[in-house]
């Protein structure tokens, strides 16, 4: 059974930093692109950063480039989303997701329809 587990959300004023996490299981790591959504509430779900399994090609949402970093252990099969200078409108459920498809016809970063996702980890910004 694949799994996608999040950690790391919480509250954090503004300006804070916070690290998430993704933990993959169930699935080889390397054939997959993994990285993260959010949704803020009463908004659509926003596609925010993308990190291939294999190579480590990274991809971010103009709105997130320069603040928010993508990494990935493969030995633990787990990517790390570290948020700096975070604002009040980052404030959203943050979502863990994987796709194959995608990838395995050279299209990176995923658009939608992905594999797998995660339950979600709450991040709130305060001011």
């Known amino acids: 059974e694949v799994q996608l587990v999040e950690s790391g959300g919480g509250l954090v004023q503004t300006g804070g930093s916070l690290i998430l996490s993704c933990a993959a299981s169930?699935?080889?790591?390397?054939?997959?692109?993994i990285g993260w959504f959010r949704q803020a509430p009463g908004k659509t779900r926003e596609r925010i950063s993308f990190?291939?399994?294999?190579?480590?090609?990274?991809w971010y949402a103009y709105s997130v480039k320069g603040r928010f970093t993508i990494s990935s252990d493969h030995n633990k099969a787990t990517v790390y989303l570290q948020m700096d200078s975070l604002k009040s409108e980052d404030t959203a459920v943050y979502y863990c997701?994987?796709?194959?498809?995608?990838?395995?016809?050279?299209?990176?970063?995923?658009?939608?329809?992905?594999?797998?996702w995660g339950k979600g980890t709450l991040v709130t910004v305060s001011s």
């Open positions: 997701a994987a796709d194959s498809v995608a990838l395995r016809v050279g299209v990176f970063p995923p658009l939608s329809g992905m594999d797998y």
């Open positions: 169930g699935l080889s790591f390397d054939v997959y692109a």
């Open positions: 990190i291939t399994g294999s190579d480590g090609l990274t």
